[in-house]
C-alpha cells in the first residue's frame, strides 16, 4: 500500500516513515510543505495520504487547505489528517467536500500504534476515522432533554465508536460483545433517532455527524 | 449628535437656539454669583461645601452646553476637560475640584458668557424680535387708537406704511445673521470649555498609565497561571514518564511483563501530559487563531458550543496578532458568561471593519441583567481592551436581551496572512 507523508518536523516525519513502513506501506514521497504535498498527491496517487494540518510556507491550515485541494482534483483520494489539536469546524469542512475516505486524528493517536494503522488502512479502504474527541465533544453538548436522551449506556457507546468510523466487527471485538449484538444495538440507535438505516460504514458516520451538529444547532 | 451645516439649518432652529443660548447666559450668571457668596462665606469655612455643590452643578450645566454646542461644530461636542475628582473625603473634594483648572476656565466662561456671549447669540433673537414688532407696529396701528402701546414710534400714515420695509430688512440681517453668530458663539464658547493641549495630554498620560499598570498586572498573573500549570502538569508528567522509561529499561531482562506494564504506563502518561499541554496552548493563544485568523477562530469557537451561534464577519484583512489574540478572547469570554449566565437559546456576533476601528457586537435573547461593575468578567475584559485603546459598553436590561459592543482601534495587513515562527 502507498503512502504519501507531509509533516515539516523531521523528528515526526522520520517516525511515521518507520512506523508506516514496519507495518508494510510503501513511503512514496515524504514531503515538508503544503505545495510539494499537492504535487506529490498529483504525481503518486497514493493509496492513501497522511497530513499534517499546519505546514509551511505559511505555518497556518496549509495542510488541510492542500489536502481538500487534492481532494477535488481526485475525487475520493483518502486522506488522513493530523494535527496537535482537533476543531469540530475542520472535521465538518472535511467531511462536507466528500465523504468517503477521510480522518481526522489527534497526533496523540500515533502512540497506539496497532489503532493508528488500523485507521490508516480504513481510510484507505474509503472508510472514515474521526478523533473520539471530535465525537465525544459533539456528544457531550447535546441537551439532556434532546432525543439522546433515551439512547442506552451501551448504545451510547456504540454511537461513539460507530461515529469515529469503525466497522461492526471492529466495535464489537472493542466492547467485547458479539456482532449481532452490535448490529441490534446500531438499529435501536436509528430507529431512535430517526435516521434511514445505512449498511456503509463511512455513509452511516455521516449521517450520525449530521445529525449530531444538526441537532447542536436546532 | 448629528452636525448640521449652518448655512442650510432651518432658520426656526437658529432662532431656537439664539432664544435658548440667551437664556442660558442669564441662568448662568446665577451660577456665578452663587460662586461668590460661596466664596465669601468660605472665610468662615462654611463657605466650601457650597462652593463643591456648586461646581458639581457649574459642570452638570456646562456639559449641557458642550453637548448643545457640537451642532454648531465641526469636531461634534466638546469633549470634558476636567481631571478625574477624588470622592474620598469631603476635604479632598473641595482640593480636588479648586485645585482642577478646568473649573476656573469654566467660572471664566460664565463671565464671558454673561457679557460678550449674552450679546453674540442674542443678535438673531433679537433681529426677528425687532422685526416682528415692526410688523406689529403697522397692524397696531391700523386697528388701535392708541399708537404708543408699541415701542416703535408712529406719527403719521406715512411713517406706518414705512415701517413694512423696515421690518422686512430686520428680518434679512436675522436671515443672513443667524448663522455666523450661533457659529461664532460655539466658537468662543469652545475657547475656554474645551480641555487646553496639556489638560488633554495630561489626561491622555493618565489613562496610559492606569492601563499599563492594569496590563502589566495581568501579564504577570497570567505567566505565573501558566508557570503553575507547566510545573504541577506537563512537567510533572515528564518525570514520572521518565521514571517509568527507566524502570522499564533496567527491568526488560528480569521482568519482561511489569516492563510492558511501565512501558504502557508512560504511553498513558504521554498522553495525559500533551492533552494539559493542548489545553494550555489553547489558553495562551488558541492554534485556531494561527491557522484561520479571528474569522475562523470564532467560527470553530462557535461550532463547538451547546447553542446555536449566529457569526457574521466582514473584514478585509487581519488584525495585528495581539489586537486578534485580545478581540476572540473577550468575544470568547463573551460567549461563555451567555452560556452560563443568561438563559439564552441563541446569541450572535458581528465583527467589521471601518474608520480604523474594529467594531464587535455580541449578543443574546437571553434574561439580561448583566453588569460590567468592578471585579466582574466584563470589567476584566473591558480593561483588557483598554490596554489597546478599545472600549465596550453594554446594554442588558432586565428580561433581555444583553449586547455588548466593542471596539478596537487597528488597521487590517492584508488578506493572506504572513509566516509565523510557529509550527505544528
Redesign the interface.
Known sequence: MRVVIAEDLALLRDGLIRLLEANDFEVAAAVEDGPSLLTALLDHRPDVAVVDVRLPPTFTDEGLQAAIEARKKVPGLPVLVLSQHVEQLYARELLSAGGSGVGYLLKDRVFDVGQFVDSVRRVAAGGTAMDPEVISQLLAIQDSAGPLANITAREREVLGEMAEGRSNSSIAARLFVTEKAVSKHINSIFTKLDLPPSPDDSRRVLAVLAYLSAEQHR | MPQIHYYRASRTRLLAFSLLFTVLSVTGTVLLALTLLAGFLSAIWLGLPLLVLVATLIRRYTGAVRRILGEFLPDGPIPSPYRPTNNTTLRRRISSTLTDPAYWRDLAWLALNATVGLVIAAVPAALFAAALDSVAGLYYHQFLTDPWIVAVHITSPLAAILLLPQAAVLFFLFWLLAPPCLTAYARLSRLLLAPTETMRLSARVTHLATSRAETIDAQASEVRRIERDLHDGAQARLVSLGMSLGMAEDMLERDPQTAQRLLTEA?ES??VA??EL?DL??GIHP??L???GLD?AV??FA????M?ITVDIDLPGRPADPVESAAYFAIAEILANTLKHANADRAWVRINHGRGRMVMVVGDNGTGGATAAPGTGLDGIRRRLSAFDGTMSLVSPKGGPTIVTMELPCVLSSP?????????
Not at chain 2, 493572506?416 to 505544528?424: G, I
Open positions: 504511553r504521554t498522553r500533551l492533552t493542548r496552548v489553547r492554534p485556531v494561527v491557522e484561520r475562523g467560527r470553530a461550532v463547538a458550543q451547546p446555536p493572506k496572512t504572513s509566516p509565523s515562527s510557529a509550527t505544528d
